[in-house]
């Protein structure tokens, strides 16, 4: 069973076209070469917490996708609100993934403890926040990313057998 992914970038300057979205396209990258996955949806909408909302409900919901991996929104600014998006639309958290992004990101750069981001669970997908710049993104990723076949198998209620398994490349 391959997992199937939705991407989510939230910029207010991408969504208006005035700036390349690099992070959404890193993303798939990173979940194709390490996942046995699909990447299904991709999007971009502006720092809008309705709008945040309406996507993850939609991509949840309507399409039914296993994992949606959001990027943007998670900083201090006011109009960072892709967190509050999330807990608006998720029935329950999943702490750990933005716990171990934080904690092992802050060996790297003290502001990593400045993210907001957060996980949880809406039906049978799983949604998680991460950072808007590309390398925050690299970093935080590659952490989680081994755990994401168990997760989804176990949230899905899959055999553990029937989702391939995280592999590093060579």
């Not at 046995?36 to 039914?64: F, M, Q, S, T």
């Not at 329950?92 to 750069?109: A, Y």
Request: with cysteine.
């Amino acid at each position: 069973m391959r997992i199937r992914v939705g991407v989510l970038t939230v910029s207010d300057r991408s969504s208006r076209g005035e700036r390349a979205d690099e992070s959404g396209p890193l993303i798939r990258r990173l979940v194709l070469e390490q996942l046995d996955a699909v990447v299904e949806a991709e999007g971009i909408v502006p720092d809008n917490r309705a709008k945040i909302a309406e996507k993850l409900i939609e991509w949840c919901d309507d399409k039914r996708l296993d994992l949606i991996l959001t990027t943007g929104g998670t900083g201090f600014a006011p109009r960072d609100l892709t967190p509050e998006a999330t807990r608006d639309v998720i029935e329950r958290e999943t702490p750990g993934f933005p716990e171990v992004m934080r904690m092992e990101g802050f060996k790297v750069t003290p502001h990593a403890i400045l993210s907001r981001a957060v996980a949880g669970i809406r039906g049978k997908s799983l949604i998680i926040n991460l950072p808007g710049s590309p390398k925050a993104v690299r970093e935080g990723l590659l952490l989680i990313l081994p755990a994401i076949p168990h997760a989804i198998s176990t949230l899905t209620e899959a055999p553990d057998k029937e989702i391939h398994r995280f592999s590093k490349p060579g």
